[in-house]
């Protein structure tokens, strides 16, 4: 439905994206997700045909934004990050605006009473926008993006701004969206895309380092195990025995306390589980193993490590320069193994606390 | 281009623009003609529509101020870039608008006109000679007319340029209000004497170069009732070039 291929958009001497590509299929949520100044509202300002790129190629339903803007254009429903509304308007003019705007031709009133009853803005219809709360806005402009049933739905950060519990509401109503829209979020929050996103394409300082199913990176998050092990014993000799045991990358005492147990947190190696060797170890020593707790590991973790490794690669540098041309060397690269990723950001922490260690004797 | 047209037409009358700009400008054109034509006892209606262009200094400004500028600080203009709408559909959509405002207030000023016609019917009634012409002469006030609305389109083009190059509404009016005066206060050089009577810029090709800027040496021949083809296309090309321009500014910062 929606198809970048080696985007390049360079801002003056600064480079914003950076050789970028991604599919997104029909009837798909796609996450973007990145830092602050990543690239995610250029993208999606290039898609919808507000920017356009220095080189490259994005394509709506097989149209070309640049070539064919009117038509692609007419797919498109978009929500910027600021919404566009005129302040001085009621919600029912501005709608209608943007409905002869974008020359639909549906049922008027029908479609516009459909489009408030999905966005629940229905007891506002009348009232002049500026004097709406934010929530409201931000949900006027949900509207105004779903206007003449565009195929492709292209929200910037629709949750900002929003209460907990309208967060939770236009989650639930993006998702909805998911059944008859291909959908395309930007965000930085994680939890927004792994509870509403079929994929998850991570941006970093204009470069995709990660484009993936969201069950997958869940998948990721699994193979790295943490624990929370509350241990009796001499806090300092279990910390030594944990770090010389096999299998885990790192450990540390936590300061918490119960009884005559502490509490340590370790981290296993990538792909073993040291549960069973763990308990065997400590009861030879006859250490009571009072609790063992697994820390699921989040997005953020994987977001922060694969965005840390992208930058280590000194790609970061690179990266900025910008692109008159298209580098056409290929960028296998960019999109790694998340595992493997995750595996070497615990080595180096291992490593880093071992040199704090040397440092403190 | 039909919704924006509408939308900008809606909000010169939900603000208070278009109330402003009408109510001067027909106050304006009305004491105007007062002072022109009855006061000092004549029919001629040249100083009458020469005057009424420096109104337009600070009246066309107000016009054209927001047009562009008040998109891009609000940010609406992302609505309008990424609608299925092409940029000169909403430039020109944007220029009909304030056209549309300026040419119904100049329509609406004829009303002054009209007391000339019945005091110039009730002359000719007690005249007892008919063969000299007595009253406004029709065929110069709608002369007169004409430049003057193609030569406030042309105004209309150079402010909506000037607006979509800020976000400052007050420094689009500004800078508007100082290329306006430029253009109609140019030939005021060409006008100035020094003691002996001698224009007072001696080179020809200088007070040739200001007369052809200036919108008003253009303008000077409708007042003395010719109908001047050249001036027409002067200020139609001038609208054109203006409108041409903020297209370009936008599809120029499409790609910058």
């Known amino acids: ?31 973007l997700l990145g830092p602050n100044g990543a690239g995610k509202s250029t993208a999606m300002n290039i898609l919808t045909g507000y920017l356009s790129s220095t080189s490259g190629k994005a394509s709506i339903a097989g149209i070309d934004i640049l070539s064919d803007p009117i038509r692609a254009k007419k797919l498109i429903g978009y929500l910027p990050e600021q919404p566009p509304l005129y302040l001085d308007m009621t919600v029912e003019e501005y709608l209608n605006f943007c409905y002869e705007l974008k020359g639909c031709k549906l049922n008027r009133e029908e479609h516009l009473r459909r489009i408030c009853e999905t966005v629940q803005i229905g007891d506002v219809y009348k ?19 779903l206007v003449g049933d565009p195929k492709v739905v292209i929200f910037d950060e629709p949750t900002v701004g929003l209460d907990p519990k309208q967060i939770i509401e236009i989650r639930n109503l993006i998702r909805g969206l998911g059944k008859e829209h291909t959908v395309i979020l930007s965000t930085h929050i994680l939890q927004e895309v792994q509870a509403v996103c079929d994929r998850i394409v991570i941006i970093n300082k204009g470069r ?129 193994d998340l595992g493997a990723a995750l595996y070497e950001d615990a080595k180096r922490r291992r490593e880093e606390a071992a040199q704090n260690e040397t440092e403190d004797d | 281009m039909l919704a924006i047209y509408r939308k900008e037409m809606r909000s010169y009358f939900i603000n208070p623009i278009g109330y402003v700009y009408l109510g001067v400008f027909l106050v304006f054109s009305a004491l105007l003609c007062c002072y022109t034509t009855l006061v000092r006892g004549s029919y001629s209606t040249g100083s009458y529509f020469t005057y009424l262009i420096f109104s337009f200094m600070i009246l066309i400004p107000i016009l ?99 607006s979509a190059l800020t976000e400052n509404q007050l420094s689009a009016a500004i800078i508007t209000i100082g290329v306006i005066a430029a253009m109609v206060l140019l030939n005021v050089f060409n006008l100035l004497k020094d003691s002996d009577g001698q224009p007072l810029i001696r080179v020809y090709a200088i007070r040739s170069i200001i007369s052809w800027v200036s919108v008003m040496s253009r303008f000077s021949n409708f007042t003395n009732g010719i109908f001047d083809y050249a001036a027409l296309l002067y200020y139609l090309s001038l609208s054109f070039v203006f409108l041409f321009l903020t297209v370009r500014v936008y599809e120029k910062r499409r790609w910058g």
């Open chain 1, 208 to 336: 995709i380092v990660a484009n993936e199913k969201t069950e997958n990176l869940a998948g990721a998050v699994e193979q790295v195990r943490r624990f929370r092990a509350k241990i009796c014993g001499p806090q300092k000799e279990v910390l030594t025995c944990l770090r010389s045991m096999q299998g885990i990358a790192y450990a540390e005492a936590l300061a918490e306390r119960d009884g005559d147990a502490f509490t340590y947190f370790v981290e296993s190696e990538y792909g073993t589980d040291i549960r069973k060797k763990l308990f065997v170890m400590l009861a030879e020593r006859g250490w009571a193993l009072i609790g063992l707790e697994s820390l699921g590991m989040n997005l953020e973790d994987i977001f922060i490590s694969v965005v840390d490794k992208s930058e280590e690669k000194g790609t970061a540098a690179a990266a900025r320069k910008p692109r008159r041309t298209r580098n056409t060397k290929s960028r296998d690269s960019a999109e790694q």
């Open chain 2, 64 to 162: 054209t101020m927001r047009l562009f500028a008040e998109e891009r600080k609000l940010k609406t203009e992302q609505l309008l870039l990424t609608a299925p709408v092409s940029i000169p559909g909403m430039v020109l959509g944007k220029y009909l608008a304030a056209l549309t405002i300026y040419v119904g207030g100049i329509l609406l000023s004829c009303v002054n006109l009209i007391p000339l016609y019945i005091i110039g019917a009730a002359e000719r009634g007690g005249s007892s000679y008919s063969m000299t012409h007595i009253g406004p002469i029709t065929g110069e006030i709608a002369g007169s007319l004409i430049a003057v609305i193609l030569l406030g389109a042309a105004l209309i083009a150079i402010g909506t340029f000037i």
């Open chain 1, 127 to 145: 009232r002049v926008i500026r004097n709406l709360s934010k929530g409201y806005r931000q949900r006027v402009g949900i509207a105004q993006a």
């Open chain 1, 1 to 31: 439905m929606i198809k970048i291929e080696h985007l390049v958009k360079n801002y003056g001497s600064n480079c914003a994206l950076d050789d970028i590509s991604f599919e997104v299929g029909e009837g798909e949520i796609v996450g």
